[in-house]
């Protein structure tokens, strides 16, 4: 007995060594995939990717070490890239650099770490342009700035630093859209002028010759059509623009002094009406949608759709091309998207009894068989069974008595912890778990039946969807679904088919969290007992026998699911100020088309030159037919025609024509200047009755008496009519007399200057 003993000690040595000596080979083996994964498990994964390459090198055919490799370069991968790309959002182009740049001595094929360089490159480029707008914009040079950062934003429309900077252009710009097509130059001169009822042709002379601007008409124009304006201390530019509106005329930039002037009508503006191809790349939005909102808002002229390439190229006026990048800027943004970090936990609890005696549950006997010929006696007893003249033939008793004193404890807790990234307002599903088949039964009939079975497979699992819809305070709604089920039995079906019976838990919520909030889902919990009871027939039912005499089973099952969702913001929206929600569109009839801006003249601002001492005069040249002032801004070698009347205060001053057709009308006009609101006055109108008729309902003598004041129904100026009835051409004269001015404030009479008299020709 002791040599089987010994012989049995010494196999199991000769065992365990043969076992330690093949565990030796294999770490002397792979010991540089064991240092894998100890720097691995160190955090130090590119050292650890090293080693793991070296133990492919030495193993290629372990398959183990390949899925490791797989696996852990595909996560160092991943964690630079993310790494390089936070850097570059956060502004830190050298660090970011750097991380694609090491991405690339690694994989140096990589399109991800190519493609964030030349993004780096470009915002480099980007912000050196930006500080040359910022430059720009400190000495107040509005225009340049905003040329500059528009064309950062035409290349990458999200650029932080020129979102911020436009923001502060549009701020300081009285017009919230600009082309280029502003005028320049001498079109920025402040000049004073007013027309009445005067020619156009008139009126552009005056204004060439006092601010040396060239203007070109087009026949068509109808250079006799009278206007009439009043207008004080505003641009030219303004002041044309708005002369060219009101008369349906437009005009075309020859060079920064020079115009041409045509009718603002469908067919002149085919002829001279600049137009500008330009092709749009729609990255994120439908380029149908895209082109449906440019007709329909800028209703564009002609626009060819490349739906391959997701662009579009438009032919229209600088205006509409302006105005539909700027539409594409706010419109053409990358839907938002969410990380979903999501934690699921299963925890199962099985709690197990067996306890208790089990006893004999029946007893089974077999007739009595005699020996040879001899007949078995008629009874016997149990110590002659087994004997070889009389027992038994059987005597068994099923179940014999044991007693059970098991308990079983079993945990389980599974642990899953995917991250899906998923963009806004789609759908996300995750699902952990099997597929589980389910077989059906075709019987084809005939003379031997064919019975075919056809899988179908069931999800069994945890399946988790979720929709999220980020708002624009970074917030995320959620609509969750979360379903469990698991695999209760194999349920029995006719012809002997079965059919998997699932047990399901469903949950299903929607939750708004903020960016970064975590929630928790749980009380998905399935709690199970089942208890059986076995023993003798009667002693069941008996208190105290039962608990002593019976076998007891008692199954406890206990399992919950928990829930924890995290989103985090990768991309929303961005906020847009009130400037870039609302600008200047235009016209119904010319999309993008700039506004015309008059600035608030100043009461009692205005002055009349009287006739013949206007800037023509000033000149040499005949007088002239109409008043104009161009106070602000004159020629240096023209002077002033209105220092004396701006010397003397309060002045009378008279306004006619210089030369009247036979039988024509004309008006004059009379002002009272640089009077006080409560200065009231009197002046004597003296004409030739014999020569001139007045229209009006007055006294038609030669000589009537005008009253100005701002208490008087004829205000500060009044004008009259005339109509030239004179038999033979020659001239005439109209003249002020007699003036008298009271102060209605304090009594004290004014003194008034007179203008001289106006002589007219009759031709």
Known sequence: MRSWKIIVLIMVFLVQAGCAIDNKTFLLRNIAFSEAQKLVSEGKLESGLLKLEQAAREEPENKEIRAMLLRLRDEILSKLLYDADAQFNAGNLDLAEQ??????????????????????????????????ARIL????????????????????????HARQLITQINSKLSRPEVTNLALESAFKKAISMEFKDTDLKSIFEIMSRTAGINFVFDKDIRQDSKISIFVRNNTIEDILKLILTTNQLTYKVLNNNSLLIYPNTPAKLKDYQELVVRSFQVAHTDVKQMVAMVRGIVKAKDIYVNEQLNLFIMRDTLEAIRLTERLISLNDLAEPEVMLDVAILE?????????????????????????????????????????NGLGLKSFTITNQARIDFMHNLTTGDILANPRIRVTNREKAKIHIGEKRPFFTANVQPGVTAVVTSTPTFIDLGVKL??????????????????????????????????????GTRNAETILTLKDGETQVLAGLIDNRELRTMTGLAGILNIPGLDRLLTNQKVNRTKSEIVLLITPKIIRNLPKL?????????????????LPVAIKRTEPQSLAIAPAGSGPGAARGMPPNPFAVAAVDELPPEMPNPFASIAASSPTFTLQAPTNVGMDKEFSVNIRLVGAKVTVSSEVQLNYEASALEALDEGDKSGSRTIRLGKDQPAGMATQIRFKVIAANPGTTEINLQNAVAEDKENGESVEVTLPPPVTINLK
């Open 99 to 132: 991380g694609y740049q090491r991405v690339l001595e690694m994989y140096p094929f990589n399109e991800r770490a190519k493609d964030g360089v030349t993004a780096v490159n470009i915002e480099r480029r980007h912000i050196v342009s930006i500080e040359a």
């Open 577 to 593: 100020s009130n400037l870039e929600r609302e600008y200047h569109f235009g016209t119904a009839s010319e999309a993008g088309k």
């Open 347 to 387: 925890i199962a609890r099985g709690n197990d009894f067996l306890l208790g005696p089990n006893m004999p549950q029946s007893v089974t006997f077999s007739g009595l068989t005699g020996v040879g010929a001899a007949a078995p006696p008629a009874t016997a007893i149990l110590n002659q069974i087994g004997s």
């Open 137 to 160: 914009l400190d000495k107040d040079d509005i225009i340049g700035a905003e040329t500059i950062v528009r064309a950062v934003l035409q290349e990458n429309s999200q650029q932080p």
């Open 465 to 502: 969807d979720v929709e999220p819809r980020i708002g624009l305070h970074d917030d995320v709604t959620m609509k969750t679904t979360l379903e469990v089920s698991n695999f209760v039995r194999d349920v029995p079906g006719p012809s002997g088919a079965t059919a998997p019976l699932v």
